[in-house]
Structure formats: structure tokens, C-alpha cells
């Protein structure tokens, strides 16, 4: 069965397009586009997200989705929140989990943000996904970003295998909101 919708999904992480494809294909095809965009650092990741879409739209002149994830611990207000890829990158799993050593919480949450922009000019759209769960010692595979330290029910996201993982993380959760959205509009909601 053809899809009736082509996103040009903007990344240069190949576990998130492994994630994007398994998540949305064949419903709807998910090409990758891989750009170097200039990323604001903002406070929150809607604004961070709505910004690199304008941007990817402008640059490819056409349908594109972009994503944002964020980790926020609870007892740090927040943080590392949008910041979360260049606080692993310094401390590595150690040294985020070090960040709670002074908390008896240790809930967090993680958050994906997509936003969807039909092309330049038109204003992106946004659809979120967030898991509450807590940061725990590295266990699992410890090949994409934070998913070791993050538990959710009993286990890390890492301890996962990526079907499960699919189901309910974050980024399963924004994309389903993706996927409502583009069943309601139709054919005509992207055009490839």
C-alpha cells in the first residue's frame, strides 16, 4: 500500500530516523534531509523547534518535519531541558546523573517536539510527546543519547528492544499526534 504522505524529515541522527521510519512508515513516507542548521538556544524547546523548522523550510522550499528532545530533571527545574545533547556531549551518563547527587528526586521527563511546516511561508505546526519517568544509573545499550538513564516503568529505555521502546517513548507519542493531524487533512495536507 502507497502512502498517502511524504515528509522530508530533517536530520543528521540516524538513530532518530530509524526511530521516525519504524514509527510512521508505511503510513507515511519519511525521506531524510540532512542540514546544517543553525540551532537557537532558547528556553523552551517549542521555540527552539518552531525556529529550525522555519529555518529547514526556507532552505529545502518545501514540506519538511524537524524535531527537538529534551531531557528535564524535576528537581533542577527543568534542566538540562533543550540543552540536554551538549550536557551529555561535557558530562557524559555519569556526570548527568552526578547533576542529582544533592536530590532525592530523581523523576524526569522526557519531551520530543515536532514540528511539521508545509513549506516557507507557512507557520510550523507542533506536536509533543512526553514520558514521566526518573534517571537512573547507565544499563542498557548505551548507543543512542541518554536512553540508558532513562527509566520508565522498571526499565531503561536502552533495556528496551526498539518495538517496545516504540510504543511508548516520547517521540511514539509525538508522532502519533503527527499522524492523527495528517489522516484528518487528507492527501492534500503534504504535498511531496
Not at 532518530?16 to 508505511?26: D, Q, S
Not at 513516507?29 to 546544517?36: A, C, G, N, Q
Not at 523547534?49 to 530533571?73: M, N, Y
Request: proline fraction near 6%; include cysteine; charge should be negative.
Amino acid at each position: 500500500m502507497a502512502s498517502k504522505h511524504i515528509v522530508n524529515f530533517v536530520t543528521g541522527n540516524a538513530n532518530k530516523l530509524r526511530e521516525v521510519k519504524a514509527i510512521l512508515e508505511p503510513t507515511i513516507t519519511v525521506e531524510s534531509k540532512s542540514l546544517d542548521l543553525i540551532e537557537i538556544q532558547a528556553a523552551t524547546p517549542e521555540e527552539v523547534t518552531t525556529d529550525k523548522c522555519q529555518r529547514a523550510a526556507d532552505e529545502l522550499k518545501g514540506p519538511v518535519l524537524v524535531e527537538d528532545t529534551c531531557l528535564c530533571f524535576d528537581a533542577l527545574n527543568g534542566l538540562p531541558g533543550p540543552y540536554i545533547k551538549w550536557f551529555l556531549t561535557s558530562l557524559g551518563h555519569s556526570g548527568l546523573l552526578s547533576l542529582l547527587a544533592g536530590h532525592a528526586d530523581k523523576s524526569a521527563q522526557a519531551v520530543c517536539t515536532f514540528a511539521f511546516s508545509q513549506g516557507p511561508g507557512h507557520k510550523p505546526l507542533l506536536f509533543q510527546g512526553r514520558v514521566h519517568g526518573k534517571i537512573v544509573e547507565a544499563r542498557g545499550d548505551g548507543k543512542f543519547g541518554w536512553d540508558p538513564m532513562f527509566e520508565y516503568q522498571g526499565k531503561t529505555y536502552a533495556e528496551m528492544d526498539p518495538a517496545e521502546k516504540n510504543k511508548i517513548s516520547h517521540r511514539s507519542l509525538a508522532l502519533a499526534k503527527l499522524k492523527t493531524w495528517l489522516e484528518e487533512k487528507g492527501p492534500d495536507a503534504v504535498v511531496p
